[in-house]
């Protein structure tokens, strides 16, 4: 939405040429998929880390508790 923005005020004139439905599109779908991408590829690193121990110090897990946890 940002960039939205940005293309609105900054090229007001060349607004409807740069932003185009497939754009829209591409921007969505990467906005959707990286994070999920990103995530998908932390957990499976994160799983084939040997445990030391079986239980997290936080109430929540994140990336950073799994890893202390490793033995490397």
Known sequence: MAFDRYLSICHPMHYAVLVTPAKVVLMLLLCWMLPAILGVVS???ASRLPLCRAQLDRAYCDIYS???LSLV
Do not use: A, G, H, R
Request: charged share 0%; glycine share 0%; proline share 0%.
């Open 43 to 45: 957990t499976l690193l």
């Open 66 to 68: 799994i890893v202390s």
